[in-house]
Nanobody, 118 residues
Protein backbone atom coordinates (compact mmCIF):
# COMPACT_ATOMS: atom_id res chain seq x y z
CA UNK A 1 0.00 0.00 0.00
CA UNK A 2 2.75 2.47 0.90
CA UNK A 3 4.99 3.64 -1.91
CA UNK A 4 8.09 5.81 -2.00
CA UNK A 5 8.98 7.21 -5.41
CA UNK A 6 12.24 9.04 -6.10
CA UNK A 7 12.89 11.51 -8.88
CA UNK A 8 15.54 14.00 -9.93
CA UNK A 9 18.46 11.72 -10.68
CA UNK A 10 20.50 12.09 -13.82
CA UNK A 11 23.87 12.80 -15.37
CA UNK A 12 25.84 15.87 -14.31
CA UNK A 13 29.41 17.09 -14.54
CA UNK A 14 31.66 17.29 -11.50
CA UNK A 15 30.95 20.44 -9.56
CA UNK A 16 27.34 20.50 -10.63
CA UNK A 17 24.16 20.11 -8.63
CA UNK A 18 21.12 17.86 -8.47
CA UNK A 19 18.01 17.89 -6.32
CA UNK A 20 16.45 14.54 -5.50
CA UNK A 21 12.83 14.27 -4.42
CA UNK A 22 10.93 11.43 -2.79
CA UNK A 23 7.16 11.30 -2.43
CA UNK A 24 5.32 9.00 -0.04
CA UNK A 25 1.85 7.83 -0.98
CA UNK A 26 -0.71 5.28 0.12
CA UNK A 27 -2.56 4.57 3.33
CA UNK A 28 -0.67 5.29 6.53
CA UNK A 29 -0.95 7.26 9.73
CA UNK A 30 2.35 9.08 9.96
CA UNK A 31 5.91 9.38 8.70
CA UNK A 32 8.64 9.45 11.27
CA UNK A 33 12.29 9.71 10.25
CA UNK A 34 13.26 9.81 6.56
CA UNK A 35 16.57 9.42 4.83
CA UNK A 36 18.64 8.89 1.73
CA UNK A 37 20.96 5.96 1.09
CA UNK A 38 23.17 5.20 -1.87
CA UNK A 39 24.81 2.14 -3.34
CA UNK A 40 27.60 2.08 -5.88
CA UNK A 41 28.45 -1.06 -7.87
CA UNK A 42 30.37 -3.54 -5.74
CA UNK A 43 29.83 -1.55 -2.56
CA UNK A 44 27.48 -1.78 0.39
CA UNK A 45 24.48 0.48 0.70
CA UNK A 46 25.38 3.42 2.91
CA UNK A 47 23.48 6.15 4.69
CA UNK A 48 23.92 9.54 3.05
CA UNK A 49 21.63 11.70 5.16
CA UNK A 50 18.67 11.39 7.49
CA UNK A 51 16.15 13.73 9.03
CA UNK A 52 13.84 13.27 11.99
CA UNK A 53 10.25 14.42 12.23
CA UNK A 54 11.48 17.37 14.27
CA UNK A 55 14.02 18.35 11.63
CA UNK A 56 17.25 17.10 13.16
CA UNK A 57 19.68 16.01 10.45
CA UNK A 58 22.61 13.66 10.15
CA UNK A 59 25.09 13.34 7.27
CA UNK A 60 27.81 10.99 6.22
CA UNK A 61 31.19 12.70 6.45
CA UNK A 62 31.72 12.30 2.71
CA UNK A 63 28.80 14.62 1.89
CA UNK A 64 28.83 16.96 4.86
CA UNK A 65 28.83 20.57 3.72
CA UNK A 66 27.80 19.64 0.19
CA UNK A 67 24.42 17.91 0.60
CA UNK A 68 21.33 19.15 2.40
CA UNK A 69 18.36 17.00 3.38
CA UNK A 70 14.96 18.56 4.00
CA UNK A 71 11.33 17.52 4.23
CA UNK A 72 7.85 18.86 3.60
CA UNK A 73 5.43 17.12 5.92
CA UNK A 74 2.34 18.56 4.23
CA UNK A 75 3.42 17.19 0.86
CA UNK A 76 4.81 14.02 2.46
CA UNK A 77 8.11 14.49 0.69
CA UNK A 78 11.80 14.45 1.46
CA UNK A 79 14.49 16.14 -0.62
CA UNK A 80 18.23 15.90 -1.06
CA UNK A 81 19.98 18.95 -2.48
CA UNK A 82 23.37 17.85 -3.79
CA UNK A 83 25.96 20.51 -4.59
CA UNK A 84 29.61 20.33 -5.62
CA UNK A 85 29.08 16.82 -6.90
CA UNK A 86 32.07 14.53 -7.30
CA UNK A 87 32.53 11.40 -9.44
CA UNK A 88 32.61 9.33 -6.26
CA UNK A 89 29.03 10.42 -5.58
CA UNK A 90 27.94 8.24 -8.50
CA UNK A 91 25.48 5.64 -7.21
CA UNK A 92 21.87 4.60 -7.07
CA UNK A 93 20.19 6.73 -4.44
CA UNK A 94 17.35 5.27 -2.38
CA UNK A 95 14.70 7.03 -0.38
CA UNK A 96 13.95 5.56 3.03
CA UNK A 97 11.14 6.25 5.48
CA UNK A 98 9.96 5.03 8.86
CA UNK A 99 6.19 4.87 8.43
CA UNK A 100 3.40 3.94 10.82
CA UNK A 101 0.19 2.51 9.38
CA UNK A 102 -1.39 -0.56 10.90
CA UNK A 103 2.16 -1.25 12.03
CA UNK A 104 5.46 0.62 12.04
CA UNK A 105 8.08 -0.38 9.50
CA UNK A 106 10.78 0.88 7.16
CA UNK A 107 9.96 1.45 3.49
CA UNK A 108 12.29 1.87 0.53
CA UNK A 109 11.95 3.54 -2.83
CA UNK A 110 13.01 1.91 -6.08
CA UNK A 111 16.11 4.06 -6.42
CA UNK A 112 17.24 6.75 -8.82
CA UNK A 113 20.56 6.79 -10.66
CA UNK A 114 22.98 9.66 -10.10
CA UNK A 115 26.00 9.77 -12.37
CA UNK A 116 28.72 12.40 -12.01
CA UNK A 117 31.22 12.71 -14.82
CA UNK A 118 34.66 14.32 -14.64
Amino acid sequence: QVQLVESGGGLVQAGGSLRLSCAASGSFFSINAMGWYRQAPGKQRELVASITLGGSTNYDDSVKGRFTISRDNNRKMVYLQMNSLKPEDTAVYYCNADITGLARRIYWGQGTQVTVSS
